[in-house]
T-cell receptor
Framework: EPEVTQTPSHQVTQMGQEVILRCVPI?????FYWYRQILGQKVEFLVS????????KSEIFDDQFSVERPDGSNFTLKIRSTKLEDSAMYFC??????????FGSGTRLTVV | RKEVEQDPGPFNVPEGATVAFNCTYS??????FFWYRQDCRKEPKLLMS???SGNEDGRFTAQLNRASQYISLLIRDSKLSDSATYLC???????????FGKGTRLSVIA
C-alpha cells in the first residue's frame, strides 16, 4: 500500500533555530497538507498545497512557516525561528480526492 | 462553540461489548464526514466515511444526522485491538482542510 513518508521521526532543536521537516507524498497525489498535533490536543490544519502553490492556510501558519516542493517528490515545512510552543507532532498528508487522505507517521518536534 | 465536539472519555469496556461514540459539529454547511482512528503517538488513519444514509463496515456502523448536526459511531463485539482514540472529522467543502474533534479514547479490557 502506498505510503506518505516523513523524516526525521524525531527532531530536537533549540529555541530560535530553523528546522525543516520533510515529506514524500504518494506519487500520484495532487494535494499536500501539513497538520500538527500538540500533545494532548486535537489535530490542527496548518496549510494545503496544490499546483505548486499554497491553496489555503490557517491562522497558525504565520510568517515563521513556509512550505516548498523543491522537486517532484519532496514536500517540506520550514519553521524559521522555533518557539517552545512549536513543540508538537507534525503530520504530512496527501490526497487525490477528498476521501483519499493518507497521513504520514509524523515528525515529533521538540523545542528546548 | 467548538467546531467539532466529542466526549473525551475514556470509555472502558469489556471485550465483546457494544460501544457508541457521538459527535456534534457547528458548521451546518459541512459536506463530508469521517471517523478516524488514532493510536497513541501515531498518525490518524481513516476508519470510515459517514453518509446520510448510514453505512456499515463489519463491526462498525456510522450514522449522520444533518438536521441535528450529529454523527455517531457504533462498535459491536469490541476487540482488544479496538483500543485507540476515535476522531470525528468534518470537512466544510470539497477537498478543503479537515477539521478534527479532540477524540474519544476507548480502552477495551480483557
Amino acid at each position: 500500500e502506498p505510503e506518505v513518508t516523513q523524516t526525521p521521526s524525531h527532531q530536537v532543536t533549540q529555541m530560535g533555530q530553523e528546522v525543516i521537516l520533510r515529506c514524500v507524498p504518494i506519487s500520484n497525489h495532487l494535494y499536500f497538507y501539513w497538520y500538527r498535533q500538540i500533545l494532548g490536543q486535537k489535530v490542527e490544519f496548518l496549510v494545503s498545497f496544490y499546483n505548486n502553490e499554497i491553496s489555503e492556510k490557517s491562522e497558525i501558519f504565520d510568517d515563521q512557516f513556509s512550505v516548498e516542493r523543491p522537486d517532484g517528490s519532496n514536500f517540506t515545512l520550514k519553521i524559521r525561528s522555533t518557539k517552545l510552543e512549536d513543540s508538537a507532532m507534525y503530520f504530512c498528508a496527501s490526497s487525490q480526492s477528498l476521501d483519499g487522505y493518507t497521513f504520514g507517521s509524523g515528525t515529533r518536534l521538540t523545542v528546548v | 462553540r467548538k467546531e467539532v465536539e466529542q466526549d473525551p472519555g475514556p470509555f472502558n469496556v469489556p471485550e465483546g461489548a457494544t460501544v457508541a461514540f457521538n459527535c456534534t459539529y457547528s458548521n451546518s454547511a459541512s459536506q463530508s464526514f469521517f471517523w478516524y482512528r488514532q493510536d497513541c503517538r501515531k498518525e490518524p488513519k481513516l476508519l470510515m466515511s459517514v453518509y446520510s444514509s448510514g453505512n456499515e463496515d463489519g463491526r462498525f456502523t456510522a450514522q449522520l444526522n444533518r438536521a441535528s448536526q450529529y454523527i455517531s459511531l457504533l462498535i459491536r463485539d469490541s476487540k482488544l485491538s479496538d483500543s485507540a482514540t476515535y476522531l470525528c472529522v468534518v470537512s466544510p467543502r470539497g477537498n478543503t482542510p479537515l477539521v478534527f474533534g479532540k477524540g474519544t479514547r476507548l480502552s477495551v479490557i480483557a
